[in-house]
């Protein structure tokens, strides 16, 4: 259970650096991508240097890079050739 699973509150917190990783990891804990987990981050706290830690805890992520490494294949779905117009 995260501490995100809550309504997000009318303002914002400002968090002691040395929770930050805990805070980051909570919320990236579904693995959402960079743009998601910064605005899911701005409803709920705020500090200085957020973006940037928010693009290194995504960037460090090792299920994110092996996502990134290996997406899943497309299937590819052939149709017949027709044999003329109509
Ligand atoms: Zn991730």
Redesign the pocket.
């Known amino acids: 259970m995260g501490v995100f699973n809550v309504e997000p509150h009318i303002n914002r917190l400002v968090i002691p650096s040395k929770l930050h990783s805990v805070l980051l990891a909570d919320l990236?804990m579904s693995?959402v991508g960079m743009v998601k987990t910064k605005t899911l981050a701005r409803l709920y706290f705020w500090w200085p240097s957020l973006d940037r830690e928010i693009e290194q805890t995504?960037t460090n992520?090792?299920?994110?890079r092996q996502?990134q490494v290996n997406p899943p294949k497309a299937q590819l779905s052939p149709q017949a050739w027709p044999s003329g117009p109509n």
């Open positions: 990236h693995h995504i992520c090792n299920a994110c996502y």
